[in-house]
Every structure is written in C-alpha cells, then in structure tokens.
C-alpha cells in the first residue's frame, strides 16, 4: 500500500510540475524597459553618458513583452568608439543591467584642421566626441590625425611622452598642453605660471621630467613660476631659464644659454 502511495505522489508531482511549466510558457517575460547601467571600477573619465547608453540600446529592451536581446545589447556597445567592451544581463527581477568598460585615455590630440582624437594606453586612437571632453594633457601641432597611425616615429614619441606623463603624478596633474614645434620638439604649457617647458625630443623624456620636478620643488617657489618666460630642461645637468623681462625669444630660437639666465640641477 505505501509502494501505491508513493507513486501517486510522484505522478501527482510530475503533473503539477508540467502544469506550472506550460503556465509560465503562456505568460509573457516582462522586463524592465530601462537599463540600470555601471561603469567599471577603474573608470575614471566620462567618455560616454547614461543617456548615449540608453539611446544606443532602447530598441532592444523597449518592449517589455520580449526577452532583451542580450547579444545585441553588447555587439551595439562594444562598437562605440570609447567603449572597450560591455556586458549585459537580466536579473530574476527583470531588471536589465549593462556594464561598460571604457577605453583609457592618456592624450587629446588635436591636428591643424581642429580634428580631436584620444591616444589609449593600447597605442589606440579613437575620437573625441564633442560634448564629452575628457581632462586630459592636450597635445598640439600634429599633422592631420588620419594619417597619424602610419607615421611611426611620431606615434612611437607621443607614446613616449603619454607614458612619461602618466608615470608622474606631478606631471600628469601639472600638464596642461603639448605642443610640437618642428625645431625643438616638445613644449608643456603648465597649467599654473606664465611659462612654457621646452622638452626637447622623445630621447630621455623621464630623466627630463624629473629633473624639472626636482626643480620645480626645491629650485623653484609657487610664487617665482611667473618669473621665468622659459625653461629649458634640454641641456645635460641644468636647467635654462630665460626671464620674464627679457623680451622673449621664440621658442624654436632658444638654443643659445649665453643669453639666459642658467640654473644648474644640482639636487
């Protein structure tokens, strides 16, 4: 009798279980027509908004009578020029949850025709898009950006300067833009002092830039950075600083320190 009774049972449970299955078939998924979207951790910059993302992937979780489309939520994402990669999900709640994983940025370069493009930690380029500037050192007095990617050795050097710059919390912080004069090559225009920082060449950037750090802290007050029209941290253990009353040569000039003022690293 208790053999009976179990099978019964087990009939019983199997019926009720194909009953609830063909219920839940018959009702419509419904979701949330509105994505909740994250950003990665390591996120620092804005390079794209909440509304793009919610433009760039309404038609795929509009109807809430049709399971999102997953796949096509991702493969529209990934495709953004700033976005490296996305993921999405649908929670037992029917909330749609998107993930973004931006590029990294370390330049905006802008070429002689306003063109405006980021240079990413991967040697990348990708666009600036307008209405979402990202505060980063701008490198100015390049050729025209499309042909940028075949030129090598400018490439090579503004991964060289991007790499220097973000290596030192100083000057990553410090630099407001680079331009690149054909004479002298690399000329910072700080985002503090009346003042510009000549370079000089790729070569030795780093060796460079903490000379100058050395200087500016322990050679230098915050008040004596608008003394100085010039300085020259392209000659070997010194710094060259041409005066602010001295009526400033142009900067593709300066090769000369007989006529400035010479300041020699010796920290």
């Known amino acids: 009798m208790k053999k009976w009774l179990k099978w019964i049972r087990f009939a019983l449970g199997l019926a009720s279980m194909g009953f609830l299955l063909g219920l839940a078939q018959t009702q419509p998924n419904r979701h949330k027509t509105t994505a909740v979207v994250e950003w990665s951790d390591n996120d620092t910059l804005e390079l794209i908004d909440y509304q793009t993302v919610q433009a760039l992937t309404a038609e795929f979780i509009s ?83 499309p042909k940028l990617p075949q030129d090598s050795t400018t ?37 503090l002092g009346n003042h510009q920082i000549i370079l000089g060449s790729a070569n030795e950037l780093i060796g460079k830039l903490n000379k100058l750090r050395i200087f500016y802290r322990h050679g230098l007050q915050p008040s004596d950075w608008n003394t100085y029209s010039v300085i020259d941290a392209r000659f070997k253990g010194q710094i060259v600083c041409q005066p602010l009353r001295v009526q400033p040569e142009k900067v593709d000039t300066l090769i000369n320190p007989d006529s400035t003022h010479t300041l020699s690293n010796t920290l």
Do not use: C
């Not at 407001?176 to 004069?181: E, G, L, P, R, S």
């Open 63 to 145: 109807n809430p009578n049709a399971w999102p489309r997953i796949d096509s939520i991702e493969d529209r994402l990934s495709r953004f020029p700033s976005i490296e990669g996305a993921q999405a999900s649908v929670g037992i709640n029917g909330m749609v949850r998107i993930r973004i994983n931006q590029r990294d940025p370390l330049l905006r370069l802008i070429d002689s025709l306003g063109h405006q493009q980021y240079l990413d930690k991967q040697k990348q380029l990708f666009p600036a898009l307008v209405g979402i500037p990202a505060q980063l050192p701008v490198v100015t007095g390049l050729p025209l950006l």
């Open 155 to 191: 490439m090579a050097d503004l991964m060289a300067l991007a790499t220097a710059l973000y290596a030192d919390p100083f000057w990553w912080n410090f630099t407001d833009q680079v331009a690149i004069t054909p004479q002298v090559g690399f000329v910072i225009s700080p985002k």
